[in-house]
């Protein structure tokens, strides 16, 4: 008998306790998140903000469907309000009537900058390690958002090939320049037809005015916006490269001028899978996510080259391979057409003031002005969310702005449930029909 009582004291010292596994897992996933958000951390953070925009949604859709099972139509009810509109930055119950159907009504995460405090969160853990963690919570820094329309400076240029090796073009002659155009090409294009032989490359360039970023800036992204108007073809990736032409396009005497040479040796910022292109003739907006972030000159013009990853190489196409964009220039045009460049910045919050001893008689202060409300709907507003309801108050969908343009359930993707177009005037991109 006692052998048998030692035996089983050594058999539960050889397993770990249910608090060890705890605290080991714990760890673990606190370690998993500093590396995600280490290893392309704007790409970790748009997914994550994402997956929270879709999780509200879910609440939303649950909490709205169960709304009108109850009352009989979709909210609001018309005796509070005839409004159809309704957007999550004018105030806590921003859907109204819905305050007896979920207790908090979801905003979009940067409104709430839930991303800013998670990292701030993961940088304080791992630079922890032996002190403990300060009990404050940590001061978000704002997080501000400025989109800005190419210049008139834009414009596009063309090779064209030439007799008897039509490609590629000869780079000393045949060299077109327009500034002054309703749209930008890119790509390359080889015909032979009855009339004879035709062959040509085009890029497009795009300068923006960026001086007004503040200097202490700490730029967190940066999306290129274009509007798709014509789709010859096209089977190429977009390259956007880092490129200064000295704001004023000119036909160059041979390749390595203007034209940035074949191929390119300027700074590859961003790249577009040409599978994604929208439809020809459809008018319909992408986006290009800028990944080099030091590409934004926050004192001048960022400039930007448009290029295809066929061309660059010279190869030859069968036909037509171009897209043609919006341009600046394009008269009296809707400017949403017009390319333009958003960016998100932070800047570092102000140091809390040391107090100040109180005077025996403090001076009279007038009070400060209440801040001016937010304009009603949800038109020329980012990253908010915004629930549109038919007058008869029988249809409605929710509307939401992913950030990762790769995402699957964005409106022009084949595989995304609710394909409906988003409304003239917004940014958003994800939807949910009748919920």
């Not at 978000?140 to 030439?162: E, F, H, L």
Request: hydrophobic share 30%.
């Amino acid at each position: 008998m006692p052998l048998r009582k030692i035996n089983n004291k050594r058999k539960a010292t050889l397993g770990f306790t249910l608090i060890e596994l705890l605290v080991v897992i714990t760890i673990l996933g606190i370690l998993a998140a500093a590396v995600l958000i280490t290893i392309n951390p704007v790409k970790r953070q748009n997914q994550a903000r994402d997956a929270v925009r879709v999780s509200d949604f879910r609440s939303l859709t649950g909490s709205i469907s169960e709304y009108k099972l109850f009352i009989g139509f979709y909210p609001p009810d018309p005796a509070i309000t005839t409004e159809t509109e309704f957007a999550s930055d004018e105030g806590d119950n921003w859907i109204p009537g819905m305050e007896n159907f979920l207790k908090s009504l979801p905003k979009d995460p940067k409104q709430a900058g839930i991303i800013a405090t998670l990292a701030s969160l993961v940088k304080d853990l791992t630079k922890a390690q032996s002190t403990k963690i300060s009990s404050t919570k940590p001061q978000v820094a704002a997080t501000q958002s400025v989109t800005i329309t190419a210049n008139q400076t834009d414009g596009k240029m063309r090779y064209r090939g030439v007799a008897p090796n039509y490609y590629p073009p000869d780079y000393t002659s045949n060299c077109w320049v327009s500034t002054i155009s309703a749209s930008g090409d890119i790509g390359n294009y080889y015909n032979v037809n009855e009339s004879g032989t035709y062959a040509g490359e085009f890029r497009t360039y795009l300068p923006f005015d960026t001086s007004s970023i503040p200097s202490n800036a700490h730029i967190t992204s940066a999306t290129l916006k274009l509007n798709l108007q014509q789709n010859n073809s096209a089977n190429f990736t977009l390259n956007i490269r880092d490129f200064d032409w000295g704001n004023s396009l000119e036909c160059p005497s041979g390749e390595n001028d203007d034209w940035g040479r074949n191929p390119p040796n300027s700074t590859l910022v961003g790249t577009f899978n040409g599978t994604n292109f929208p439809p020809h003739n459809s008018f319909q907006d992408f986006f290009v996510t800028i990944d080099d972030l030091t590409s934004i000159k926050k004192n001048g013009l960022t400039t930007f080259i448009l290029t295809s990853d066929k061309e660059e190489a010279n190869l030859q196409p069968s036909g037509n391979n171009l897209i043609s964009i919006g341009g600046y220039d394009c008269g009296n045009c809707n400017p949403k057409l017009k390319p333009q460049l958003i960016i998100e910045y932070t800047t570092e919050p102000s140091p809390e003031p040391s107090p100040e001893p109180s005077p025996s008689l403090p001076p009279q202060e007038s009070p400060s002005p209440s801040p001016s409300p937010q304009p009603k709907g949800c038109k020329n507003k980012k990253h908010i969310y915004c629930y549109i309801v038919t007058t008869d108050h029988q249809s409605a969908i929710l509307w939401a702005q992913l950030d990762d343009e790769n995402d699957e359930r964005i409106y022009y993707k084949p595989t995304a449930t609710c394909k409906n177009t988003p409304p003239p005037d917004t940014f958003f991109n994800y939807c949910i029909n009748n919920p």
